[in-house]
């Protein structure tokens, strides 16, 4: 299986200022058809996930333009430009290019 | 809007039975490919099972032979027959859907336990 590798594990971060999270693949997640099946998704306290970002960089639709999704291959991030108190919760990255999916194993974005 | 409900969990003994079921709203289900994602309490997210729309399915292998996922067109409904539950199977199961995990139910939980 392919193994997603998220850091770190938590981030404390100040309201207003930027958050970064990485997410590492233990092989490649461009699939045959050329996409790169790679989504990021939020947690928050007592929530079900909700997905923020598609194949990468597409967000969905309602989420806030502070977020973004970048990388390509093995390597992709999840960048928040200024933390809003809303923003706390788990995230996720997962890939659906390689069977099974898999996901990461979550950071913890808290306020500090 | 799209809504997707999860009933059917609760307390079960080791070695028993639960068929959880999960009614979609506002998308049609067979149209769509559909799983099941849970999550242990206090961990992370585990994929489970898939139904794609032309009925093909596929179980993670922790489950592979006591779990099955299938669907009632009729009901724009979506299923997960889990049998010889364990202990290790105690989490909040997700139905997920609408391409690409894009949708999830609020999730509903199974426990394990004598």
């Known amino acids: 299986d392919v193994v997603m590798t998220q850091s770190p594990l938590s981030l404390p971060v100040t309201l207003g200022q930027p958050a970064s999270i990485s997410c590492r693949s233990s092989q490649s997640l461009v699939y045959s058809d050329g996409n790169t099946y790679l989504n990021w998704f939020q947690q928050r306290p007592g929530q079900s996930p909700r997905r923020l970002i598609y194949?990468?960089?597409n967000r969905d639709s309602g989420v806030p333009d502070r977020f973004s999704g970048s990388g390509s291959g093995t390597d992709f991030t999840l960048k928040i430009s200024r933390v809003e108190a809303e923003d706390v919760g788990v995230y996720y990255c997962?890939?659906?290019?390689?069977?099974?999916?898999?996901f990461g194993g979550g950071t913890k974005v808290e306020i500090k | 809007e799209v809504q997707l409900v999860e009933t059917g969990g609760g307390l079960i003994q080791p070695g028993g039975s639960l068929r959880l079921s999960c009614a979609a709203s506002g998308f049609t289900v067979s149209t769509n490919y559909m799983s099941w994602v849970r999550q242990a309490p206090g961990k992370g997210l585990e994929w489970v099972s898939v139904i794609y729309s032309g009925g093909s399915t596929f179980h993670a292998d922790s489950v592979k032979g006591r779990f099955t996922i299938s669907r009632d067109n009729s009901k724009n409904t979506l299923y997960l027959q889990m049998n010889s539950l364990r202990a290790e199977d105690t989490a909040v199961y997700f139905c997920?859907?609408?391409?690409?995990?894009?949708?999830w139910g609020q999730g509903i939980l199974v426990t394990v336990s004598s």
């Open positions: 194949k990468v960089s």
């Open positions: 997962m890939q659906g290019t390689h069977w099974p999916p898999t």
């Open positions: 997920t859907g609408g391409g690409d995990y894009g949708y």
